[in-house]
């Protein structure tokens, strides 16, 4: 079956601080990979979508980067943190319809 | 530009109840929709999904209803139970991106 895992699960990081997260699935391949936020009240914000090595789509102009350096895994960076990135970051892999999401990592930037 | 809504942040409902979640989109592309279900500091979990060429898919107390016409979704619960409270998504799909609305906080009233 398949499996993903994101970490770490919460992360406290001062402003102009760099930020790496990490996100890997077990059991599939070639998935297409997903990194949302979800900010204090709001919804799901689509931040990156790969579907494939190297092949990053960003849908929100901001000071994150993502990359996908193998076939499962996804890593969400930045360079300097601001007090605007604090937030609920989640991972999701999808293979046909469905997306299956990671358990989250919780990001407060002070 | 939010192409897909929850209008109703909250919803209390009495346990044995029926739950009805709301959903509107605007982007007559998206080809399939999906409901997850979300808990506090977690990923959401996927409940249940329909594709553009139907009305209606049920699976056991959830059931999911489209009118294409008016760009209208719908999750109903059927009977409510005290594990049903979340917070509840509705997403869309177009090619590889899934996009999501803002989130009903569901409460189930013992």
């Known amino acids: 079956s398949q499996t993903i895992h994101q970490w770490p699960a919460t992360l406290v990081q001062p402003v102009g601080s760099p930020l790496s997260l990490e996100c890997t699935v077990e059991?599939?391949?070639?998935?297409?990979l997903y990194w949302y936020r979800q900010a204090a009240g709001r919804g799901l914000q689509l931040l990156f979508y790969?579907?494939?090595?190297?092949?990053i789509s960003s849908e929100v102009p901001q000071n994150l980067s993502a990359s996908r350096p193998q076939d499962r895994q996804f890593i969400l960076s930045s360079k300097k943190l601001l007090l605007s990135d604090s937030g609920f970051y989640l991972c999701a892999w999808r293979k046909v319809t469905e997306a299956f999401f990671g358990q989250g990592t919780r990001l407060t930037v002070v | 530009d939010q192409q897909v809504k929850q209008n109703s942040p909250s919803l209390s409902v009495q346990e044995g109840r029926i739950s009805i979640l709301n959903c509107d989109y605007t982007?007559?592309?998206?080809?399939?929709f999906l409901w997850y279900k979300k808990y506090p500091a977690e990923g959401p979990t996927f409940l249940i999904s329909?594709?553009?060429?139907?009305d209606k898919n049920e699976d056991g107390r959830f059931t999911v209803f489209l009118n294409k016409s008016a760009k209208h979704l719908s999750l109903h619960i059927v009977p409510s139970q005290p594990g049903d409270s979340a917070v509840y998504f509705c997403?869309?799909?177009?090619?590889?991106?899934?996009?999501f609305g803002t989130g009903t906080r569901l409460t189930i009233i013992p």
């Open positions: 790969s579907v494939g090595i190297g092949q």
């Open positions: 329909i594709s553009s060429i139907k």
């Open positions: 997403a869309a799909r177009r090619n590889e991106k899934l996009t």
């Open positions: 982007n007559s592309m998206f080809d399939y």
């Open positions: 059991g599939t391949s070639n998935p297409n």
